[in-house]
């Protein structure tokens, strides 16, 4: 069975910083387009971050425009698990973030439909 479970989230000051993990379980995910979406109360859920496997050990990041330069994405193929370094936060991250997995192929990393795991979100509340 497959899981996919998140942590890290949590209430911290506009400027901060957070890291969110997913560990995931059930099978390999080294193949796998690995992203973060995030969802505000009263908006669509949205692409933030996505690692693409691309050969051997190099993966391919991308990530929202709204993220760019302040977020990083990472993972650790050994421990399974994904991770969202989260800095310089604003009030208009505050969103429930969630860890997705896709097998490949994947037309597009920014595609929630792309995605075939989920997991079951982790809130950040970025006070202003």
């Known amino acids: 069975q497959v899981q996919l479970v998140e942590s890290g989230g949590g209430l911290v000051q506009a400027g901060g910083s957070l890291r969110l993990s997913c560990a995931a379980s059930?099978?390999?995910?080294?193949?796998?387009?690995m992203g973060w979406f995030r969802q505000a109360p009263g908006k669509e859920r949205e692409f933030v971050a996505a690692?693409?496997?691309?050969?051997?050990?190099?993966?391919?990041?991308d990530f929202a425009d709204s993220v760019k330069g302040r977020f990083t994405i990472s993972r650790d193929d050994a421990k399974n698990t994904l991770y969202l370094q989260m800095n310089r936060l604003k009030p208009e991250d505050t969103a429930v973030y969630y860890c997705?997995?896709?097998?490949?192929?994947?037309?597009?990393?920014?595609?929630?439909?792309?995605?075939?795991?989920w997991g079951q979100g982790t809130q950040v509340t970025v006070s202003s």
């Open positions: 059930g099978r390999t995910f080294t193949t796998y387009v």
């Open positions: 997705a997995a896709a097998a490949p192929p994947v037309k597009s990393t920014y595609d929630v439909t792309e995605y075939d795991y």
């Open positions: 690692t693409t496997w691309l050969r051997d050990t190099a993966y391919y990041a």
